[in-house]
């Protein structure tokens, strides 16, 4: 038997307990949650021809790629503090200064994706847009 199950979309609510849902895939997506949080972190403290900046960069590259290979798509489900993946929280945080999911949140989002073929380049501007500090916003607009 199959344990998965269709994703939410983003007006719907998490799975309740009990409906079925691929736990391996929920763990992979919080294990690369975790991994981009402390990633972004990361990017902020070190140079980007720091060993470790490169480490902590190819490692989350990995890990994505591990996951689309055997789940498919990342899709995240983006509250205002927390993260979801197949009707799962992955992620919470309450303090606005440091959630992922606040920042990306108040810019708008409501669904991140990572599909197969994405580029480490990629993957890098993705990392440096988050990682700015403060309120600053994700997009420019010209006037």
Known sequence: MDDRTEAPTADE????????YDKEEVKSAKEI????TKTTKTLQIYLPNNPIHQKFINELAEKIQRHLTEHGPLRLRIKQFELFCSGQSVYENSNRMESLAFKLFIDGLRELSFHPGI????????LEVIGKR????MWTTTS
């Open 33 to 36: 949650v975790q991994y981009l």
């Open 13 to 20: 609510e998490p799975v309740e307990e009990g409906e079925a």
């Open 134 to 137: 403060g309120r600053e916003t």
């Open 119 to 126: 580029e480490k380049e990629e993957l890098i501007t993705f």
